[in-house]
């Protein structure tokens, strides 16, 4: 049992590159999320899906694009790299959104430095 | 606004001490508090989950205690082992709410020395 597998685990970008960020979970869950995480700050939502084929916006969604087209999947993409996009990104996924007391279920990121 | 502040921002005990982290938040409506153990290099995994009317939650060593008058929990770890060295993080959710009210504190980094 995988549970949420992130691809790649490191990547470096030039500023102006793109590249999509991979997502697989292996649970069943309905609920996908994408979050960022920086130093002394708490994880910031990216964008979020509730479903195969939904996607939501979160706290932080300029410069992101994701899509659902698989219930096990959610992808993250960066379209034209900044540096200000460089963090490490943590995918989860859960049961039901965070009111109904089910845990989130994370990745281990993806560290991304653009330069 | 919704907010999840921690205390301290970090600590350093010695192995075999016991420690208490803080969780103060403003969410609302309060749906449900979490503590997650982030290990360097590694996404969080859930600790415990407490809800309005549980005021106390136990994890083998890790105990949460929740104040919903106060707004205030805390994470007690008795009898700390090397292991232990992590970032513990509180996640506060709203009621009846979208992802986007998942509010996550910044952590406490926990070190413990042999």
């Known amino acids: 049992n995988a549970g949420v597998t992130q691809t790649p685990k490191f990547r470096v970008l030039k500023t102006g590159q793109s590249m999509t960020l991979l997502c697989a979970q292996d649970m069943n869950h309905e609920y996908m999320y994408w979050y960022r995480q920086d130093p002394g700050m708490g994880l910031r939502l990216i964008h979020y899906s509730v479903g195969e084929g939904t996607t939501a916006k979160g706290e932080v969604p300029d410069g992101y694009n994701v899509s659902r087209l698989k219930k096990q999947n959610f992808l993250l993409g960066l379209e034209s790299a900044a540096p200000s996009q460089t963090s490490v990104y943590f995918c989860?996924?859960?049961?039901?959104?965070?009111?109904?007391?089910?845990?989130?279920?994370f990745g281990d990121g993806t560290r991304l430095s653009i330069l | 606004k919704n907010q999840v502040e921690q205390s301290p921002q970090s600590l350093i005990i010695l192995e075999g001490k016991n420690c208490t982290l803080q969780c103060n938040y403003t969410v609302s409506p309060f749906s449900n508090l979490r503590w997650y153990k982030q290990d360097t290099g590694r996404g969080p995994v859930s600790l415990t989950i407490m809800t309005f009317s549980e005021n106390t939650k136990s994890n083998g060593r890790y105990t949460a205690t929740l104040d919903a008058d106060t707004k205030q929990s805390s994470l007690h770890i008795t009898a700390s082992q090397l292991s232990d060295s992590a970032s513990y993080i509180c996640v506060v959710s709203a009621r009846s709410s979208s992802a986007s009210k998942i509010i996550f504190g910044s952590g406490t980094r926990l070190s413990i020395r042999p």
């Open positions: 989860a996924s859960s049961y039901g959104q965070g009111a109904n007391n089910q845990p989130q279920h």
